[in-house]
């Protein structure tokens, strides 16, 4: 099985920026992508980028293409997605997720098998 938990989440004003974590513990050999979905209230869950853990390739929703940047520590098991140029629309929760498959592609929600708790993120 494999935990993760994500950090960094908080508020900020329209046009700052945050960087949240995503740590991975246990059998985190199985994984070979993570990705970042966000859902704010009264909405689906909206898929936002993928990142390959072998090779580092990543992969954006058109919406985000810009301003967010998602990278990995390998040797940490830690991914992260930067935040930049917030909006008030941004606001939301933030989850990561974890999966076992290599699809060479932006990855959809039923496509991972592990899943954090989120964290919030709020934009004024």
């Known amino acids: 099985h494999v935990q993760l938990v994500e950090s960094g989440g908080g508020s900020v004003q329209a046009g700052g920026s945050l960087r949240l974590s995503c740590a991975a513990s246990g059998y985190t050999y199985s994984v070979n992508c993570m990705g970042w979905f966000r859902q704010a209230p009264g909405e689906e869950r909206e898929v936002l980028t993928t990142?390959?853990?072998?090779?580092?390739?990543?992969y954006y929703a058109n919406s985000i293409q810009g301003r967010f940047t998602t990278s990995q520590d390998n040797a940490k098991r830690t991914v992260y997605l930067q935040l930049n140029s917030l909006k008030p629309e941004d606001t939301a929760m933030y989850y990561c997720a974890a999966g076992e498959r290599l699809i060479v592609r932006l990855m959809f929600e039923n496509e991972y098998k592990y899943w954090g708790q989120g964290t919030q993120v709020t934009v004024s």
């Open positions: 990142i390959y853990m072998g090779s580092g390739r990543t």
